[in-house]
């Protein structure tokens, strides 16, 4: 099968698997991805470890709802797949030897022979940037993997990455996955960052928790909202005025634009250069705010109220 792009541009948004087989079942999961790929999406975001975080879950459940999805359809033809792997306590670390056994066993979750875009989930300091740069480039020379990225590597560590696969000649990583949002932008738009390295080195932009664990879909409102939530322990740190004031403001763009405020906060990322940003739809309804975010244009006077009103979560920490 010849190489797929890594988005497709008519639709520039990554459906977030980590509800799969989480806040999602079986049927909710084939009822979110046919209704995804009816809408012209194809990049499918998740990871070896989804969902070990929730109760009777161990992790690979996300990946394992994809396979069955993929085997039952038939369509692995029309999904850009993209997993990981190091951030999973059952598969830690990116040494050469966790990581063939790793894609090995992703594989046969998926139901696939091969992997879009494989992420080196979180850091191994225990590889130097020539030892990650040549146990990826085997995965693909071996056809287990199209493509090579990023993902809570430091700028500089992707940068030492990306320096000894030039010069070695080995397969470069294509893309990085950042944490950005409206709340969270210091990561990627402060000095020596995550951007600056996407632009020196030309990489795709996948930012995760870009609707901020559900604040930038404008349901917490006021203090009392944060109370009893499921990700009260994640949404808690915005339970203060500036957390309030960003929502505030993303209503209120909102409103005039005649958008959902996750629309537009999706809409947002996009006006910042992102090239898809992830997002997750537990149900088929939750979906169509998602999908509508590319065909927002926000004015230049709405992208100025939102950059101001999140001025606080720019700030280096």
């Not at 639709?11 to 979110?32: E, H, I, K, M, R």
């Not at 996955?177 to 080195?201: C, F, I, K, M, T």
């Not at 930038?216 to 500036?242: H, I, M, P």
Request: no cysteine; charged share 20%; hydrophobic share 40%.
């Amino acid at each position: 099968m010849a190489d797929k792009q890594l988005i497709n541009p008519d639709l520039p948004l990554a459906l977030g698997g980590n509800t799969f087989g989480w806040t999602s079942n079986q049927d909710d999961t084939f009822a979110v991805l046919d209704a995804f790929i009816e809408a012209g999406g194809a990049h499918v975001d998740t990871a070896d470890s989804y969902s070990h975080w929730a109760p009777g879950n161990s992790g690979g459940e996300s990946e394992t709802l994809l396979g069955n999805y993929l085997a039952a359809r038939g369509n692995r033809d029309k999904i850009f797949l993209a997993t990981k792997v190091g951030g999973w306590e059952k598969a830690p670390g990116l040494s050469k030897e966790n990581v063939n056994a790793a894609v090995d066993n992703s594989l046969e979750r998926l139901q696939t022979d091969h992997i879009d875009l494989y992420y080196a989930h979180y850091d191994d300091e225990t590889q130097s940037a020539q030892q990650l740069a040549r146990t990826f480039d085997r995965l693909v020379q071996d056809g287990k993997v199209r493509h090579i990225a990023m993902s809570n590597l430091s700028p500089q560590r992707q940068i030492a990455w990306i320096t000894a696969a030039q010069e070695e000649g080995l397969t470069v990583p294509s893309a990085i996955q950042p944490h950005y949002s409206l709340a969270h932008r210091s990561d990627v738009e402060g000095a020596n960052g995550y951007g600056a390295v996407a632009e020196q080195h030309q990489l795709a932009v996948f930012p995760y928790f870009s609707l901020a664990a559900g604040l930038l879909t404008g349901k917490y409102r006021k203090l009392d909202d944060f109370e009893g939530v499921d990700r009260a322990g994640q949404l808690s740190q915005y339970a203060n005025d500036d957390g309030l004031n960003l929502v505030e403001t993303l209503v209120k763009v909102a409103n005039e634009v005649g958008a959902e405020p996750a629309t537009v906060s999706l809409a947002w990322l996009l006006a910042k250069g992102v090239t898809a940003p992830i997002a997750s739809a537990r149900v088929v309804d939750q979906l169509e705010a998602l999908i509508a975010a590319p065909k927002v244009q926000l004015s230049d006077e709405h992208v100025g109220q939102l950059d101001k009103a999140s001025e606080p979560f720019l700030k280096q920490d």
